[in-house]
Structures are given as structure tokens and as C-alpha cells.
């Protein structure tokens, strides 16, 4: 267990999603729905039911259309944007690192999939 007792929670969002244009050129990947609901929210949630929710125990990392997600996320999650460049997953980490605080971390891609949650 971390120095401070919780578990932070972190969803990876600043990708490009250049496999899925020209869908990306209109909005970000984790922006796209599955079932009416943003894949972004479908993270947040998984990490919430871990973690807790808000800012103080869930983050995520912008880049790509990253205003979008910085609103769309509001008072849900610390937000970091990445800039000029995406750092990939040990720079979204290093960057979060004193909202981390020395807290142990659960990351999830907030793109991918998961009709089941993080439940095995």
C-alpha cells in the first residue's frame, strides 16, 4: 500500500487514434461512443470502481484534441496535457508524478474495450 493509503487511478488519453481516421480527424479517439457512451467514460468508471472518483483519485492524460477531453472530463479527473508531444505511457506517468504522490497506480488505456470492467 502507498505512503498516503490509496490507490490512484490513471486513464491513458492522448493518443492520435490514427487507426481509426478519418473518425479522429473529427474528434478524439476516447471521445467515440460504444453504446452512447463515451470510451473515456467507460474508463473513468472502471477506475472509479477500484479507486474512488474525482480528482483526487483518478487522472488522465490529453494530447490529441486534448480541450475536448479536458472539458469533457470537467471536475472528474486531474487533467495533464501533453505538449508538444504525446509522451507515451512512462512519460504520461512521470508527469503525473506529484499528483501521484507516492501513491501506488492502476492505469488503463481509456480506448480500449472492456464490456465487462476490469471483473475477471
Given at each position: 500500500?502507498?505512503?498516503?493509503?490509496?490507490?490512484?487511478?490513471?486513464?491513458?488519453?492522448?493518443?492520435?487514434?490514427?487507426?481509426?481516421?478519418?473518425?479522429?480527424?473529427?474528434?478524439?479517439?476516447?471521445?467515440?461512443?460504444?453504446?452512447?457512451?463515451?470510451?473515456?467514460?467507460?474508463?473513468?468508471?472502471r477506475l472509479?470502481?477500484?479507486?474512488?472518483?474525482?480528482?483526487?483519485?483518478?487522472?488522465?492524460?490529453?494530447?490529441?484534441?486534448?480541450?475536448?477531453?479536458?472539458?469533457?472530463?470537467?471536475?472528474?479527473?486531474?487533467?495533464?496535457?501533453?505538449?508538444?508531444?504525446?509522451?507515451?505511457?512512462?512519460?504520461?506517468?512521470?508527469?503525473?508524478?506529484?499528483?501521484?504522490?507516492?501513491?501506488?497506480?492502476?492505469?488503463?488505456?481509456?480506448?480500449?474495450?472492456?464490456?465487462?470492467?476490469?471483473?475477471?
Open positions: 500500500m502507498s505512503s498516503n493509503g490509496g490507490i490512484a487511478g490513471v486513464a491513458l488519453a492522448a493518443g492520435a487514434g490514427t487507426r481509426l481516421r478519418p473518425l479522429t480527424t473529427l474528434r478524439p479517439k476516447v471521445l467515440c461512443p460504444v453504446g452512447n457512451v463515451a470510451l473515456l467514460d467507460l474508463a473513468l468508471d472509479a470502481a477500484q479507486c474512488g472518483g474525482g480528482a483526487q483519485w483518478l487522472a488522465v492524460n490529453a494530447h490529441h484534441f486534448a480541450s475536448w477531453i479536458v472539458d469533457h472530463v470537467d471536475d472528474r479527473a486531474h487533467t495533464v496535457v501533453e505538449h508538444p508531444e504525446a509522451l507515451g505511457t512512462a512519460g504520461a506517468l512521470g508527469g503525473l508524478r506529484p499528483w501521484l504522490d507516492g501513491r501506488d497506480v492502476l492505469v488503463t488505456n481509456a480506448d480500449a474495450y472492456l464490456p465487462d470492467g476490469l471483473a475477471t
